[in-house]
T-cell receptor
Framework: DVKVTQSSRYLVKRTGEKVFLECVQD?????MFWYRQDPGLGLRLIYF???????EKGDIPEGYSVSREKKERFSLILESASTNQTSMYLC????????????FGEGSRLTVL | KQEVTQIPAALSVPEGENLVLNCSFT??????LQWFRQDPGKGLTSLLL?????REQTSGRLNASLDKSSGRSTLYIAASQPGDSATYLC???????????FGTGTRLKVLA
């Protein structure tokens, strides 16, 4: 079974702190995603990576950056956390072929005070 | 621009009932459509993936259908159980990209 692991399930941070959210997948998938999920707004794509060191902005990249130094690991970085970044963050991955299935991690609930 | 709609937003049914969840999308040029289940505070669990060339997929008590021409997919759950209570989301993968567009989900409650 594909496993997508998000290292932190719950985090509480203060405004202005730098926050790292880590995601690791064990199926050698080329493509990895970071979404945030908010009530009434659904899932929104923050960033997408299609290969090591390659990334594309999603729909809401402002205030975020990403890092993909190794194929299995995709990190989301909040350079200076703000209260409007309080949310559920979901990492996902998919194999490179066109017909692949999207797999999600368990999510990271971030609260910024 | 692709838009995905799920109606109703919430549904309560008695245990044992067969039920249908709906997913509509505006652009029929899709690669595939995927149904997910989400329990409170958790990530999304993949239920069924339907390729654009397929009409339906089945897994246990679940059956998902796809009608691209009308922009609709349905998830059929047979003999519902309290353990089926969760939010069900559909996601459409846009042709030519790895971008997925998600519906906002249907929150299902199966009453014992």
């Amino acid at each position: 079974d594909v496993k997508v692991t998000q290292s932190s399930r719950y985090l509480v941070k203060r405004t202005g702190e730098k926050v790292f959210l880590e995601c690791v997948q064990d199926m050698d998938h080329e493509n990895m995603f970071w979404y945030r999920q908010d009530p009434g707004l659904g899932l929104r794509l923050i960033y997408f990576s299609y290969d090591v060191k390659m990334k594309e902005k999603g729909d809401i990249p402002e205030g975020y950056s990403v890092s993909r130094e190794k194929k299995e690991r995709f990190s989301l970085i909040l350079e200076s956390a703000s209260t409007n970044q309080t949310s559920m963050y979901l990492c996902a991955s998919i194999a490179g072929q066109n017909t692949g299935e999207l797999f999600f991690g368990e999510g990271s609930r971030l609260t910024v005070l | 621009k692709q838009e995905v709609t799920q109606i109703p937003a919430a549904l309560s049914v008695p245990e044992g009932e067969n039920l249908v969840l709906n997913c509509s999308f505006t652009d029929s040029a899709i690669y595939n459509l995927q149904w997910f289940r989400q329990d409170p505070g958790k990530g999304l669990t993949s239920l069924l993936l339907i390729q654009s060339s397929q009409r339906e997929q089945t897994s246990g008590r679940l059956n998902a259908s796809l009608d691209k021409s009308s922009g609709r997919s349905t998830l059929y759950i047979a003999a519902s159980q309290p353990g089926d209570s969760a939010t069900y989301l559909c996601a459409v993968r846009t042709s030519g990209t790895y971008k997925y567009i998600f519906g906002t989900g249907t929150r299902l409650k199966v009453l014992a």
